[in-house]
């Protein structure tokens, strides 16, 4: 079963405007981290924006915040005011114990996102 | 200064052919990684080393085999390479629990 789910393949936005890109995850681990990667054309894993699972209030880093939605088991990743560069390829991810002391993260497929003019 | 780099960047061989992709990172990070993203961008764990040892190893086929000869370094052989094993191979590491992957930019392997 996956257990990081990103449904939307692709996604259109006009600049300026706000985006919401979706995942939603799957773990019995009542500890475990959240977090989205930026993947630009150029082919780098930037790292954005990480939500830890006792964490209270949803993370924000300048333009990115993260909808933290623990009993829905959803992390969304909201984009504000868009601009070209954040053209990317958006990955969510999800840290959790593989064995004591250590940790798989864990991907989505990805979500596509094309900001127009 | 570069934290996790890869070498090479690009690497085309012949099917059969045995080779490898070296990483290090400067972040004095013990824990490090290797990740395969294929033709439809899909990240999957391969290998993940603490302290040099190995400490998951996802199903990955035998003809790969990562070494790290100290906790800053983790190597990749792949022997024997197939088409299939055209991908991109990322290396990450770790700190702290909480911490993201930083990751290395990635080798681009093909296989013809």
């Known amino acids: 079963a996956q257990k990081i789910t990103q449904t939307q393949p692709g996604m259109f936005v006009q600049e300026k405007e706000a985006v919401t890109l979706d995942c939603t995850y799957d773990?019995?681990?009542?500890?475990?981290?959240l977090f989205w990667y930026k993947q630009p054309s150029s082919g780098e894993m930037i790292f954005l924006i990480y939500?830890?699972?006792?964490?209270?209030q949803n993370a924000t880093e300048g333009r990115y915040s993260l909808n933290f939605q623990k009993a829905r088991k959803s992390a969304n990743l909201v984009i504000s005011a868009s601009q070209l560069g954040d053209s990317a390829m958006y990955f969510c991810a999800m840290r959790e114990s593989f064995t004591s002391g250590t940790y798989k993260y864990i991907f989505g497929t990805g979500t596509r996102l094309k900001v127009l003019a | 200064d570069t934290a996790v780099s890869q070498t090479p960047k690009y690497l085309v061989t012949q099917m059969g052919n045995d080779k490898s992709i070296k990483c290090e990172q400067n972040?004095?990070?013990?824990?490090m990684y290797w990740y395969k993203q294929d033709s439809k961008k899909f990240l999957k764990i391969m290998f993940s080393y603490n302290n040099k040892e190995l400490i998951i190893n996802e199903t990955v086929p035998n003809r790969f085999s990562p070494k790290s000869p100290d906790k800053a370094h983790l190597n990749l052989h792949i022997n024997s390479l197939e088409l299939g094993d055209s991908a991109v191979y990322f290396c990450?590491?770790?700190?702290?629990?909480?911490?993201?992957?930083?990751f290395g930019n990635g080798t681009r392997l093909t296989v013809t």
């Open positions: 939500q830890g699972s006792y964490d209270q």
């Open positions: 972040l004095g990070h013990d824990t």
């Open positions: 773990t019995s681990d009542p500890s475990y981290g």
């Open positions: 990450a590491s770790r700190g702290l629990v909480n911490s993201p992957l930083h």
